[in-house]
């Protein structure tokens, strides 16, 4: 089956304390990006990657790293998390760049990330 | 700044009738637009898009119009069904990223 897997699902943690939100993908897409829900503001894009070892910044990127080192792969990575860090986060893939006319983007189910 | 705003954060209509989700955007610019349905504790599942070289897209029970002089696009669903109960996100795209409305909460009542 097609997915984007996410983990964890949920999450509770402190400030300051490193934590890392795995993302995979079993379609073989060459662009996956990371995305934050919260009210009133809809999802808005972290990080994206364009392929293997190519990554660039989206709207929100402070306080968030990621790698990709695989294909299949975008790890999320808070460094030092702090409470407005609290959130929903969704991981996604395409086969190309977002939204053009030959492709969609697939999520996964989404990590609540509290920081206390 | 909001680019792509969706106003109404909720609706609800009933079942069999029609539900209207509009949308507004501010750049001119922005080419190509998605309509994303989000049921609870899952991710955002494609619905419908439309390119600005059309004014309408049909897809079953949705449509989706685009009026590029006002800036606007709305998302039709008839008729309405309590499974199509989510919140809708209307989204662009621009430059390799996806950039999403507020979102609005659709509610259908038997």
């Known amino acids: 089956e097609a997915q984007v897997t996410q983990n964890p699902r949920y999450l509770i943690t402190v400030t300051g304390k490193k934590l890392t939100v795995t993302c995979s993908q079993n379609?073989?897409?060459?662009?996956m990006s990371w995305y934050r829900q919260d009210p009133g503001l809809g999802l808005r894009q972290i990080y994206y990657?364009?392929?293997?070892?190519?990554?660039d910044k989206g709207d929100v990127p402070e306080g968030y790293k990621v790698s990709r080192k695989e294909k299949r792969n975008f790890p999320l990575i808070l460094e030092s998390p702090s409470p407005n860090q609290t959130s929903l986060y969704f991981c996604a893939s395409s086969l190309s760049i977002a939204g053009t006319s030959t492709d969609t983007q697939y999520f996964g189910p989404g990590t609540r990330l509290t920081v206390l | 700044d909001q680019q792509v705003k969706q106003n109404s954060p909720s609706l609800s209509v009933q079942e069999g009738r029609i539900s209207i989700l509009n949308c507004d955007y501010t750049?001119?610019?922005?080419?190509?637009f998605l309509w994303y349905k989000k049921y609870p504790a899952e991710g955002p599942t494609f619905l419908i898009s439309?390119?600005?070289?059309?004014d309408k897209n049909e897809d079953g029970r949705f449509t989706v119009f685009l009026n590029k002089s006002a800036k606007h696009l709305s998302l039709h669903i008839v008729p309405s069904q309590p499974g199509d109960s989510a919140v809708y996100f209307c989204a662009t795209n621009q430059g390799g990223k996806l950039i999403f409305g507020q979102g609005t909460e659709l509610s259908v009542k038997p």
């Open positions: 439309i390119s600005s070289i059309k």
């Open positions: 750049n001119s610019m922005f080419d190509y």
């Open positions: 379609m073989n897409h060459e662009y």
């Open positions: 990657s364009m392929n293997v070892e190519v990554t």
